[in-house]
């Protein structure tokens, strides 16, 4: 008959096992995951360097055009604030420090006396920023997870919308870049007004060496025109989907932890019950020993004999 | 010369061709052979001809550039089908719905937009090269 105290412990033990059971199969999917969504991060690359690339060239053909979207404020009045984060949590401080790197934003938005408008991709974001009763002015879930172009291009054109409206005078973007899979940074970055072509160009390492002169049809300034909504969508694109390799992998390993946690508190646990299972079968022994003894007589040794005999199944 | 068909998820078609055909904004026809001028254009919901020899395929484009460069032409579109990709019931589908809201309302342009789209598609999958 086990003591009360190694009762408990065989329960916890069982607790622990299966919430390792648990973690090690989030940590076995977030490793599929991720490299799908690497996959996909790489596969979306050519577009986005393409895209660059004709932007450069533009540059390079002198195309000088103005474009609501090269709009620069001296005066801002309202920074849009872009946050890329999760649906589900259990990804370690994957979400928190993307939260951290936006609201920071807010602050330096609000003491240079300027409003904010909270863009919000994920869950978690929105869980946040609605529980502090900040304004929300637009909150996107259920794409962050696998993001697909067209889910870029609802957000893009949202965010262009309201910068052409004069809604925003200037956007931030706040996501976790994703540089190898033991590294993953949050970054900010700005997102509106677009800075020259040239520095696009710059910016984005366009593939192509523009020394020939172009031909445009319908001329550069309708080609730009055409092209910089594009451009948007796609650097959002990327974003979305680094955000989602970057949350994969932060699951990984905060999954992995979690295991390589459950396994140590599993031997602690273990160590910790075989010593109160040994105290009690110590103790049950001195009883009867004690007990036999204060009956007197040879008799006492034989009965010892018979209990050790009786226990020889249960290490002792 | 080498041939480039980009959409933002992938790389739908990449390899050697001595002729590609789109269609441009303005509505013209062009066709680009080895040795073409240095050529940026803007394209519209058309359908694209990459032949090479005797071979050729035809992609259905939904907007997008084509940028023609040294010995290269890229086309980079927002989507772009092969013929096997395009989900022939889908398009009739929504070819119909873009009908009708085109019957109830005729300057619907999301709906004008989604019926060229939708021909676009049916025209590719039945193999020919669509007006």
């Known amino acids: ?316 | 010369m080498q041939v480039e068909l980009v959409s933002p998820e992938r790389i739908t078609f990449s390899g050697e061709a001595n002729k590609v055909l789109v269609r441009t904004v303005g509505g013209g026809d062009i066709e680009f052979l080895p040795g073409h001028v240095p050529f940026i254009g803007v394209l519209q919901v058309s359908a694209a001809k990459i032949v090479d020899g005797d071979q050729a395929e035809v992609f259905a484009i939904h907007q997008g550039f084509v940028q023609m460069s040294g010995d290269k032409v890229t086309i980079l579109s927002d989507v772009s089908e092969r013929k096997e990709d395009i989900d022939v019931a889908r398009a009739q589908a929504s070819k119909a719905t873009a009908e009708a809201a085109i019957s109830a309302d005729a300057e619907d342009a999301a709906a004008k937009a989604a019926l060229r789209r939708a021909e676009i598609r049916l025209g590719v999958a039945s193999g020919e090269l669509p007006a």
């Open chain 1, 1 to 316: 008959m086990p003591g009360a105290k190694e009762r408990e412990l065989r329960r916890r033990i069982g607790s622990v096992q299966s919430t390792k059971k648990i973690t090690r199969a989030m940590e076995l999917i977030a490793a599929t995951r991720v490299v799908k969504a690497m996959q996909r991060a790489n596969e979306a690359k050519p577009y986005a360097t393409q895209v660059t690339g004709v932007i450069e060239n533009l540059a390079a053909g002198g195309a000088r055009v103005s474009h609501p979207l090269l709009r620069e404020v001296d005066d801002v009045k309202r920074v849009g604030i872009i946050a890329i984060t999760s649906d589900r949590g259990l990804a370690g401080s994957y979400n928190a420090a993307v939260i951290k790197a936006a609201e920071r934003q807010l602050d330096a938005a609000r003491t240079q006396g300027a409003d904010y408008a909270l863009i919000l991709i994920g869950k978690k974001a929105n869980d946040y920023f609605s529980f502090r009763n900040y304004n929300i002015e637009a909150s996107y879930t259920g794409m962050s997870d696998t993001p697909t172009y067209e889910n870029a291009r609802e957000v893009a054109g949202k965010v262009v919308e309201m910068f052409e409206a004069g809604e925003v005078d200037r956007v931030e973007l706040a996501y976790t870049e994703f540089i190898t899979m033991g590294t993953q940074k949050v970054t900010v970055r700005r997102y509106l007004p677009l800075e020259t072509a040239e520095a696009m160009a710059e910016e984005g390492g366009g593939s192509s060496s523009a020394l020939a002169e172009f031909e445009f049809e319908p001329s550069p300034g309708g080609v730009l025109e055409s092209l910089l909504p594009r451009y948007m969508e796609s650097r959002l694109y990327s974003a979305l989907l680094e955000a989602a390799a970057s949350e994969h992998a932060n699951r990984q390993r905060a999954m992995k932890a979690a295991t390589d946690n459950a396994e140590e508190l599993i031997i602690k646990l273990s160590r910790e019950m075989n010593q109160a299972r040994q105290a009690s079968i110590t103790t049950e022994i001195m009883e009867i020993v004690s007990g036999a003894e204060a009956l007197g007589g040879d008799d006492a040794n034989a009965q010892i004999n018979l209990i050790l005999e009786n226990t020889e199944g249960t290490p002792v």
